[in-house]
């Protein structure tokens, strides 16, 4: 684990320095022998990383291996962010329980799990979430939002409008379905799955889990109609840590600004945009159902407003859009 851990911190070091850096400067910041540092070198390398080594200049980083790191991710995010303790698991049952795990044992953390895989990754009422290994991005961040119990489902319109944003940075143009499905080419390319823990009137935690189909080439057959990656729209892998740091940047400020304001009327505008519910026929299954009509947008407490079939204007608090 410790061997882990500073083989991360030396990723970071060559991340940061941009170019060589020598083995001595590498050893001092470190604390570890130059023979040590040279043999963590080769295990990045075998690990997939592209350095360069040459004599009397050190060691340059060429090139990643691809797979998730906490130092990729955190050398990206600002320093200030709330985010900066990053976790990054070769395997995890879910990265929402994880997150709950790590909150239970440090009632103040604030941060960030990913896993290269979930052996049980959670999708919204009681659904399975596909999380095979190195394919997607699986990421919980954990919250302690000074906010009411009831005004917690935002945050998963909140986290929608973030990904979303982080998605566009890649040149791929992403919808939204209410309330926080990311669709393109009328597949979904990314849920996100909102827990909490609270008392009727206090939050403890909040975890928000955003899984995003990144390098899939193909689903299974039961999925393939209606699932969809950022590989098959872009015709290239994605670069997993740079786009789960731009869901942090992107994430943090609408946070921070929902924290402040209590409703989403800030984020309106751009979300009813993305909206691709706005102006469609819609069914809506859940608590007031069935309700058959058109989208007219999301109001700033998040709720769909249906123009129903007979004439009413809905509002719709929670539920599923089938059409
Ligand atoms: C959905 O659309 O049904 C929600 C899917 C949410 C999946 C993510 S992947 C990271 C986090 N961990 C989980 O077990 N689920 C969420």
């Known amino acids: 684990m410790e061997g882990d851990k500073r083989q991360e911190q ?16 590498i050893s001092r910041r470190l ?16 690990e997939g990383c592209a350095i360069e080594s040459v004599s ?52 103040t953390w604030e941060g960030l799990v990913l896993s290269e895989e979930q052996t049980a990754g959670k999708g919204r009422r009681g659904r399975a979430w596909l999380s095979g290994q190195g394919e997607g991005i699986y990421m919980s961040f954990l919250l302690r939002p000074a906010i009411l119990p009831q005004k917690a489902a935002m945050l998963t319109l909140v986290a929608g409008l973030a990904a979303a944003r982080a998605i566009d940075s890649l040149g791929i143009g992403v919808g939204i379905k209410w309330p926080n499905d ?5 597949k979904k390319l990314c849920g996100i799955l909102t827990e909490m823990t609270a008392e009727p009137d206090y939050v403890d935690l909040v975890v928000v889990g955003i899984g995003i189909n990144c390098n899939q080439k193909a689903f299974p057959p039961d999925l393939g109609e209606k699932a969809t990656s950022l590989a098959l729209l872009g015709g290239a892998d994605v670069d997993r840590n740079a ?11 609408l946070y921070m600004e929902f924290q402040e304001r209590g409703d989403l009327g800030f984020l309106l505008e751009e979300y009813n945009v993305r909206c691709v519910n706005n102006g469609a026929r819609v069914q809506v299954l859940g608590e007031q159902t069935p309700l058959l009509g058109r989208g007219a947008g999301v109001d700033k407490d998040g709720s769909l407003l249906v123009d129903t079939d007979d004439g009413k204007r809905i509002a719709v608090q929670a539920g599923e859009v089938s059409v």
């Open 56 to 107: 009397n200049k050190g060691y340059r980083l060429l090139s990643t291996s691809g797979a998730l790191s906490t130092a990729e991710i955190q050398n990206r995010i600002p320093p200030e962010s709330r985010f900066r303790d990053v976790r990054v698991y070769p395997t995890v049952d879910s990265t929402n329980g994880e997150a709950k795990r790590l909150a239970a044992q440090d009632r």
């Open 182 to 186: 990311l669709v393109a080419d009328g």
């Open 31 to 46: 604390g570890i022998s130059r023979t040590a540092v040279w043999k963590r070198i080769r295990s990045l390398k075998e």
């Open 243 to 253: 786009l789960a740091a731009r869901v942090v940047e992107e994430f943090e400020p």
């Open 10 to 25: 030396l990723l970071g070091i060559l991340l940061e320095a941009e170019g060589f850096i020598s083995g001595e400067e």
